[in-house]
């Protein structure tokens, strides 16, 4: 189980970015694109938005589990970038169906930490899933690999949240 300062590090990582790598699965064998994503309301699920135009789509939705990859920023300072704190997030996916209340709160919250993509609401081919989390790997550089349930991350991320002190 990863420490305090650790899952303090893992709910940073995620909570302050919006950009993540997603790894798939399709006919040809793995994809791995370049994503946003946003939390949903509660920290249980991360939200997709993706146009059925992309091959990342078209994989989820034959094979609904995906992983995203989200990592320290790496810098001048940085001497070796395998010292870069780094989260790995595998789960299930779902659509989110547009005439659900579920698409509404989801919408909600991805526009709030993503405004610029409101256009993309309005384009047919935009779909909105949610991932969730079944396992999360941290590394925190070497020998600091922990691995996290599912719902042990949605708890950390519901806590970072929350913190005032973050």
Known sequence: ???DE???LIATLILEQRWCAM????????LASMVAYALDDGAAGFLL??????PHTRNLLEH???SLVLTQVDGEDVDDPQTLARVTITGTVEVIARD?????SARHAYLQRLPSSAQLFEFADFMLFRLRPVEARFVGGF???HKLGGDALTTCLRDAATDPLR
């Open 1 to 3: 189980m990863p420490s």
């Open 6 to 8: 650790q899952l303090h």
């Open 23 to 30: 790894a798939t699965r399709g006919r040809d064998g793995p």
């Open 49 to 54: 938005h993706l146009s059925r135009l992309a």
């Open 64 to 66: 609904a589990s995906a």
């Open 100 to 104: 659900s209340n579920s698409y509404r």
């Open 143 to 145: 020998a600091q690999a």
